[in-house]
């Protein structure tokens, strides 16, 4: 297959900054289009950890992300889809946890091509780690930590090592990808080299995950607790909690609050008292013990929402993924955007095969506009979730008590 390059007939070289989803299915579009990939990750290699530290266990993967998994052409698609568990509809849980569904579409709009899949990010992300190790064109580097870039140059000051024994290296490579996530250095560079229009928000919202556990009977048979072809929205006006099911049965709950609920929230009497008002289904579900054990464990985390543009520098680099668009989860479409990131970049280089800065050109202006909407339509479904979904009825009686 051709190649975008500036010197027809030499493979280049382009460095992927960051193994997530996005810099790992990068790598391997790239490495098919005859490039030779360095794939650089900060952490060590996720297939070899006991637990996975991503930013949420599951996730949802729909449409987007399923095209740009076939494009590989490496039946990714397929082989996700068999591990994944299809959310039909959402199912609405009131104040007495009575459960309502709502399809997502009524005239059979949804199918297994087109349903929000719940899939666990762990697995997801070590698949592609999988066929990426498994390209001649693809080199891992786990435990590289990108500390410093110079654009110009196309080199990347890597730290290795541990604590205890650091070392610093500089490398060139033709072409760099950034696929560092919302806090990328490969952004910051380039920052300094372009005049890029930068914007950034934290909501007032955190999230906080729990877990449904699977039922287990008497003989040891396991089951779900609720209906697993359901994403579950326990929605309270002003903030809400969610829950995705896992193919080992169980459900991960997020919670999401404005800070300050978390903060107030300092005992174990506290805790148990918000949930058996507010969620009681779901307390009697996830479980006293759990629920404390949890809550106090389990890390807050922040929602940050990031807008810049351009998304490249002449032919030097490109950020895609979080690194060039971070949005709230609210509409599931973080990881799937920044997948579809990388079929549009693949689109852009094969039309302009011969150079390089034209098809990085033609991608900031294809991929800008798309990108700011759906980070808006991400922000904007947060309220729908957490207050549209309620029946009109709620809504006008919730308005009446001023809530
Ligand atoms: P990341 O997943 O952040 O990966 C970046 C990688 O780069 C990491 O492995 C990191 O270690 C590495 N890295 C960072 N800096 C360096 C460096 N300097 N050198 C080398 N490596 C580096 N999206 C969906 O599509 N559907 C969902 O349902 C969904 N649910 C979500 C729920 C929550 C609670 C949150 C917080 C997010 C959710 N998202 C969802 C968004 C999704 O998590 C992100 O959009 C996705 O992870 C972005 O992938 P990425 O590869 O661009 O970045």
């Known amino acids: 297959m051709a190649i975008a390059k500036k010197e027809a007939g030499t493979p280049q070289s382009v460095a992927v900054v960051g193994a997530g989803p996005v810099g790992a299915l990068a790598a391997l579009y790239m490495a098919q289009l005859g490039w030779r990939v360095s794939l650089y990750e900060a952490r060590s290699d996720i297939r070899k950890e006991q637990v996975y530290h991503g930013r949420s ?14 494009g590989t052409k490496l039946n990714l698609d397929e082989e996700v889809l ?16 009575r459960q309502s569904s709502q399809a997502y579409g009524v005239h059979g709009e949804a199918s297994r091509w087109t349903y ?13 780690l999988d066929a990426a190790e498994k390209h001649p064109n693809i080199k891992l580097k786990f435990g590289h930590k990108v500390v410093h870039c110079q654009p110009d140059l196309g080199a990347l000051v890597v730290e290795t090592g541990t604590d205890d024994a650091r070392e610093t290296f500089t490398i060139s490579h033709d072409f760099i990808i950034g696929a560092d996530g919302a806090f990328s250095t490969i952004r910051r560079a380039l920052m300094r080299c372009t005049r890029m229009d930068y914007q950034q ?62 903060d107030a929230i300092r005992s174990q009497q506290q805790l148990v ?19 404390c054990e949890e809550y106090f ?55 302009y095969q011969n150079s390089l800065s034209d098809a990085l050109d033609a991608y900031t202006a294809l991929r800008h506009d798309d990108a700011v909407a759906i980070c808006d339509l991400a922000m904007y479904n947060y309220v729908e979730m957490r207050a549209h979904v309620h029946s009109p009825v709620y809504r006008a009686r919730k308005a009446i008590e001023g809530v």
């Not at 266990?57 to 076939?70: P, V």
């Not at 068999?82 to 946890?97: C, K, L, S, V, W």
Request: charge should be neutral.
């Open 57 to 70: 266990i599951n996730l949802a993967l729909s449409t987007r992300g399923i095209l740009a998994l076939r």
């Open 116 to 128: 929000i899949n719940s899939v666990d990010r762990g697995k997801l992300n070590c698949r592609l």
């Open 201 to 262: 928000a934290y909501i007032p919202h955190c999230y906080r995950e729990l877990t449904i556990q699977a039922r287990v009977d008497a003989e040891g048979n396991r089951s779900f607790a609720m209906d697993p072809y359901h994403l579950h929205i326990w929605p309270k006006m002003s903030y809400m909690m969610i829950a995705l099911p896992n193919t080992d049965q169980s459900f991960t709950c997020t919670l999401f609050m404005p800070q300050e609920k978390f």
């Open 82 to 97: 068999r591990e994944a568990i299809p959310m039909r509809g959402r199912m609405i849980h009131d104040q007495h946890g």
């Open 297 to 351: 464990r389990n890390p807050l985390g922040s929602l940050i929402s990031i807008k810049c543009k351009p998304y490249h520098y002449q032919d030097k680099m490109v950020i895609i993924g979080d690194a060039a668009h971070s949005m709230v989860p609210f509409y599931g479409q973080g990881m799937n955007a920044g997948m579809e990131d990388v079929m549009i970049l693949q689109e852009m280089l094969l039309r």
């Open 273 to 291: 008292e918000f949930f058996q008002q507010e969620f009681p289904d779901a307390y009697e579900l996830i479980g006293r013990e759990s629920l």
